[in-house]
């Protein structure tokens, strides 16, 4: 006998089961549409969890003010109450003011918790291959998985794969990296090690405050708790280690003897392309040992210290997007801009890492300190029954580097999910519905748009 092929229908079938789709999921189930998740590993979260992207970054202007809560604050919120968080915490680390720590293998089960309180039918372990489009509508994706292949049928569809990929196999037009030369900001695996003296660490930073990049006066670290570290300049160039970045980075948590390091940098390669993604596996993890080896031996605080975690899969900054409707430019960025479809907002500033050279570019917002995503980002070309949400919208290279954060993705992701249960309710395309209607709705879920 053969692997049975069936069919399964809902309203809204979401792709994807990061942050942008979870929430997405969450606020299509909480519509009371039916809705289908459909995600390929065997747990949720994204790069969250299969790539240890760790704290979230952020709910906040540099300010302090907090501009995203909706969803991602009700995630928050849950975690808090298992003592899985400690809620958002003023950051030493210097980029910005405001990180929010998680335990990711808390934040599988909250997320899975939710999505079964909204009635989301959720499908594991299920990669999503194929999708069939008749007169610029999907109709149905094809899912391949262990009980073989499955046709789901759905009157809306939302593309939270991270890398564009419904929008992509469906024919919506679609751009990659930056405009010049196609490069993409590079690649991270990120790994974790127990047993750091972080009072050492610290206790080093004070006596050593020209090793380190900060935002926040050293003057006051002795008050705050140490949030992460960016430096060690002197120590990494003495190093010479065969990966371009000029700093060592990492972030404390979610144990008090813990770090999540983000310092390894794969450059060149496209995360959509499988020999390129083998080969940015296999570097990564080189990448892993020497950086740990160069921690232990070089760094005060790391004698003890040891690999306790290494990410599921490497983490991935950019790949496909969406040339959607509208566009986000850099300019709406740090220019702080409003728009009339206004459907989230964010405060986090651009944050390149470069795509050839060992830095990274930032660029700060200008004005109250955060802007608008506007509701046309989340809207391809050519497809009129799909909708984004995460780091695949609609936006130039650059600001991608602001919107493929976490927290922006929950809000761009909630958006998407709030749109597909009006579309649904009306029987309309997304692109048709009363942006007021949904900017109604996103509000009364507490999102922040004003």
Request: hydrophobic share 40%; with cysteine; charged share 20%.
């Amino acid at each position: 006998m053969g692997i049975a092929h069936k069919t399964i229908k809902a309203d809204i079938v979401v792709v994807g089961g990061g942050p942008a789709g979870v929430c997405a999921a969450i606020a299509a189930g909480r519509s009371g549409a039916s809705t289908v998740l459909i995600e390929r590993y065997g747990f949720v979260g994204g790069m969250s969890t299969a790539a240890l992207v760790y704290p979230w970054m952020t709910f906040h202007t540099t300010a302090g003010k907090q501009v995203i809560r909706g969803l991602g604050q009700e995630i928050i919120d849950r975690l808090a109450a298992q003592g899985a968080s400690p809620g958002h915490l003023r950051d030493t680390v210097g980029f910005v003011h405001t990180i929010t720590p998680y335990h990711p293998e808390v934040y599988k089960i909250v997320a899975v918790d939710m999505l079964k309180e909204a009635g989301v039918r959720l499908l594991l372990h299920s990669f999503t291959d194929a999708v069939s489009v008749n007169d610029g509508r999907i109709e149905t994706i094809q899912v391949t998985g262990k009980s073989g292949r499955i046709d789901v049928e759905g009157a809306v569809f939302i593309d939270t794969t991270g890398d564009a990929d419904i929008a992509y196999l469906a024919g919506a037009p679609c751009l990659k990296g930056r405009e010049e030369d196609g490069k993409t900001q590079p690649m991270t695996m990120k790994f974790r090690m127990r047993g750091v003296d972080l009072a050492k660490v610290k206790q080093y930073m004070l006596d050593h405050p020209d090793e380190f990049y900060r935002k926040t006066p050293f003057a006051e670290l002795p008050d705050l708790p140490l949030s992460g570290v960016m430096g060690y300049f002197k120590h990494w160039k003495e190093a010479n280690l065969p990966i371009n970045r000029d700093q060592v980075l990492f972030f404390t948590g979610p144990n008090e003897d813990e770090v999540l390091v983000n310092t390894t940098r794969v450059q060149g390669m496209d995360g959509t392309d499988v020999d390129d993604l083998t080969e940015a596996e296999t570097l990564g993890r080189k990448q892993v040992m020497q950086v740990a080896e160069f921690m232990t031996k070089r760094l005060p605080g790391f004698e003890r210290a040891s690999i306790s975690q290494v990410g599921a899969q490497i983490g991935i900054r950019e790949t496909r997007r969406i040339d959607g409707v509208y566009a986000l430019q850099v300019a709406d960025v740090v220019e702080g801009r409003r728009f009339a479809d206004v459907i989230a907002r964010s405060g986090y500033p651009i944050d390149i890492h470069d795509p050839s050279g060992k830095g990274v570019t930032a660029a700060w917002v200008q004005g109250d300190g955060a802007y608008d995503i506007p509701y046309r980002c989340l809207l391809p070309q050519r497809i009129v029954n799909l909708l984004t949400g995460g780091r695949c919208i609609s936006t130039s290279h650059e600001a991608l580097a602001t919107t493929r954060l976490t927290p922006s993705c929950m809000a761009t992701g909630q958006a998407a999910g709030t749109a597909a249960g009006i579309a649904v309710s009306h029987g309309i395309a997304p692109g048709e519905i009363d942006v007021a209607e949904l900017q109604q709705a996103l509000r009364a879920a507490d999102a922040v748009l004003d």
